[in-house]
């Protein structure tokens, strides 16, 4: 099962995005998203480390045994967690005071087993690799975008530095900095509203489609009266034919006469009336 | 005696581990979905948090820092927690059966629990002594059994509500722990 780079951005980034749809590796996504820059810091640290323990254990993954391939795992992540730790602490003080143990804490992040686990020892080299970098990019911009509203509300500022310092005044004087953003509770809260909000957008979609179908079926030459809610998937399905019925021609032609039973779709059948 | 009690509030309430510091968020949003499951973590975290910061402080002070590895940490600790979460599981396998099946499915989660790898950094952090360490493992531990299990209880209510559709699921899991963690922040204030 072959997937080309694209599709794999694509996947990491939003349609399997780590933070939102998977929902993994909570800790650091509720702990330092107290400002942008925060959150972008911890997101690239994450993501050189995923893209290189991911192309790392896919170089290896022939030659590790399957049973001890967890603590392999475990000891390649935490070899670029400890190069990236030291990098930070040698560059980005700031950066390091601010993110504090999360940096060491990535080597238990579930995300990058994960992806070790379900990506990489199944995988080529250079897939591995754009998945970590996908994968990281989307957990980088799940933890931007939360970072971006508990800053915003929490300070009415955003982009100050890791210290604190500087920033971008975007509310006026008149707003009071509601404080409690930045604590333990705002993480929780803003990460349950936006996750609210990515499941209604998920079931919108899937709302869409599933109204697609039927107006094409519709369309399609009145066949829609055929449909049926499927009763474990719950699910639009066609209607099997009768068993006594001689054909589908049979079927289709006595399916409208019938009157509307339990089975036929409510939103069918209305989709069938504004279409007449 | 002032210091140990001081190690042993800051750790269980005002720093709680889930609520201000966010270490075991995973298995705390994961595995308390029933108060004895709950429990039976919390139990299976205290044990071997309180082994692990006795062990990784033998293995940092006695081991890295005369070599010179302090940089190591990380990878060593790493290893130390798993080798002790294996033989903790096989220890009580052979000895302990009752204890075993009451955490045994736990022990292999607790591995990459990063409660356990926090406390162990924090305790190098703060330059704790090996009492101090192993105080502040258990209490860290104690704050955790705490919080998922009152969080345990809070979801078995919310299995009767009826939240919109799109708060379904983790949304509503977050609200409540945000909820939890305000009242957790109340003890902020308290100081010694």
């Known amino acids: 099962m072959k997937k080309s780079i694209s599709g794999i951005f694509k996947e990491g980034i939003l349609t399997n995005n780590p933070t939102f749809v998977q929902l993994l590796g909570m800790c650091p996504t509720l702990a330092t998203t107290t400002s942008v820059v925060n959150a972008l810091g911890m997101g690239a640290a994450v993501i050189v480390v995923l893209a290189f323990s991911n192309l790392f254990i896919s170089l290896l993954r022939r030659i590790i045994p399957k049973q001890v391939r967890i603590a392999s795992y475990i000891v390649i992540i935490s070899g670029f967690v400890t190069a990236v730790e030291l990098l930070i602490k040698a560059y980005f003080p700031a950066i390091n005071k601010a993110l504090g143990l999360f940096i060491p804490l990535i080597v238990v992040n579930c995300i990058i087993l994960a992806r070790a686990e379900a990506f990489a020892s199944k995988n080529g080299p250079l897939e591995s690799f754009c998945d970590g970098i996908a994968t990281g990019i989307g957990f980088t911009l799940a933890l931007t975008c939360i970072a971006f509203v508990r800053e915003l509300i929490g300070t009415g500022a955003l982009f100050a530095a890791a210290d604190g310092s500087g920033g971008v005044q975007i509310l006026g004087a008149w707003y009071k900095p509601a404080s409690i953003f930045l604590m333990p509770t705002g993480a929780f809260l803003t990460l349950g509203c936006l996750i609210a909000l990515v499941q209604k957008i998920q079931y919108s979609s899937e709302e869409r489609a599933r109204r697609k179908k039927i107006e094409l079926d519709a369309i399609d030459g009145g066949f829609h009266e055929t449909l049926m809610r499927d009763p474990d998937t719950g699910k639009i399905v066609r209607r099997p034919a009768v068993a006594e019925g001689p054909g589908p021609e049979q079927t289709a032609a006595e399916e409208p006469a019938a009157p509307e039973t339990e089975n036929t779709p409510e939103p069918a059948a209305e989709q069938g009336k504004e279409d007449a | ?192």
């Open chain 2, 1 to 192: 005696m002032s210091n140990i009690f001081m190690i042993m509030f800051t750790a269980i309430l005002t720093q709680n581990f889930i609520f201000s510091r966010f270490y075991g968020c995973c298995p705390f949003l994961g595995v308390s979905d029933k108060p004895s499951t709950a429990l039976g973590m919390g139990m299976a975290v205290t044990f071997v948090m309180t082994l692990s910061s006795a062990a990784t402080y033998a293995v940092y002070y006695y081991l890295l820092v005369p070599f010179g590895l302090e940089y190591f940490k990380t990878i060593a600790f790493i290893l130390v927690i798993a080798t002790l979460v294996q033989f903790i599981e096989m220890f009580l396998r052979k000895f302990v059966p009752v204890l075993y099946s009451a955490l045994g499915i736990y022990l292999p989660l607790i591995t990459t629990n990063c409660a356990v790898l926090g406390a162990a950094l924090v305790n190098i952090e703060e330059g704790y002594s090996f009492i101090e360490s192993v105080v502040f493992g258990c209490s860290a531990a104690l704050g955790f059994t705490l919080a998922i299990c009152i969080f345990a209880g809070v979801r078995e209510r919310l299995n009767f509500a009826d939240p919109p559709k799109a708060f379904r699921g983790f949304p509503l899991l977050l609200i409540s722990a945000g909820l939890a963690a305000m009242a957790f922040s109340g003890f902020s204030g308290m100081r010694f």
